[in-house]
C-alpha cells in the first residue's frame, strides 16, 4: 500500500541524522523529481553543528535538534524526540546515520526505516564493519530494514552484497559500502512510499 495521501501528494518524510548527512543528501537530491514521491519536511539531529544540519539548511529545510544531555534520563529524550518529529506529521521516518538508540515512544509511533552496514541478521550494533573483518567474511554488504525496539532486529526489507577484498581495511571496506548503501536506500525508500516495497 502506498503511503501517498493522494496521487499529487508527495510522502512526507522526517529524516534523524547525526554526522556528515551523505546519506542524508542522497535522499534529500531523490526528492528533487516529483516522481520520486517525497520530500524531506524536517531533519532532526541529537547534536548541533553536524554536516547533515548544514545540508538541509541549504535546502531551506526544517532542523530541530534534540539532545541527550539536556534531558533528565533517556525517556525524557526520547519523549522529546517523538514530539518533535510528531509537530511535522511524517508519513515515514528515516534514520540516515542516526547514532542513538530510541525506544518505542519513537519507534512505536512512527513508521521507521534505517540501514546497515552488514548482511543482518550477521554483525548488528555500532561496530558491524569491523567485526566483519575480525570475523574473516569474504562478503559484507548493506541491509535496509524496518526498526523495531532491538538493535538492527527489525524486518529485512532490502539487501546487497559488498565483497570483502584480501588487505581491506575498515575505512575501506565502509566506503565501498557506503557507496553501495546510498543507493539501495533510496531506492527502496522510494518504493516504500510508491507502495512496492
Not at 546487497?160 to 584480501?166: N, S, Y
Amino acid at each position: 500500500m502506498s503511503l501517498l495521501p493522494s496521487q499529487t501528494d508527495p510522502a512526507r518524510l522526517v529524516v534523524l541524522a547525526s554526522g556528515a548527512g551523505t546519506t542524508l543528501q542522497a535522499i534529500l537530491d531523490a526528492c528533487q523529481d516529483p516522481a520520486f514521491g517525497a520530500r524531506v519536511i524536517a531533519v532532526g539531529t541529537d547534536r548541533p553543528d553536524t554536516g547533515a544540519e548544514r545540508r538541509a539548511a541549504d535546502l531551506g529545510v526544517p532542523v530541530f535538534t534534540v539532545q541527550l544531555g539536556d534531558h533528565a534520563d533517556r525517556d525524557a529524550f526520547n519523549a522529546a524526540t517523538a514530539e518533535r518529529i510528531a509537530a511535522a506529521r511524517p508519513d515515514l521516518l528515516v534514520l540516515a546515520g542516526y547514532m542513538k538508540i530510541l525506544d518505542k515512544q519513537v519507534i512505536g509511533r512512527f513508521r521507521t526505516v534505517n540501514t546497515h552496514p552488514s548482511l543482518l541478521p550477521s554483525f548488528p550494533g555500532a561496530h558491524a564493519i569491523r567485526e566483519a573483518l575480525a570475523h574473516g567474511v569474504k562478503v559484507s554488504g548493506v541491509t535496509v530494514h524496518w526498526v523495531d525496539e532491538g538493535v538492527d532486529t527489525g524486518p529485512i526489507i532490502a539487501q546487497a552484497a559488498v565483497d570483502v577484498r584480501p588487505g581491506d581495511t575498515e575505512d575501506d571496506l565502509r566506503d565501498r559500502i557506503q557507496a553501495v548503501e546510498r543507493g539501495l536506500y533510496v531506492a527502496t525508500i522510494g518504493k516504500i512510499v510508491r507502495g512496492n516495497a
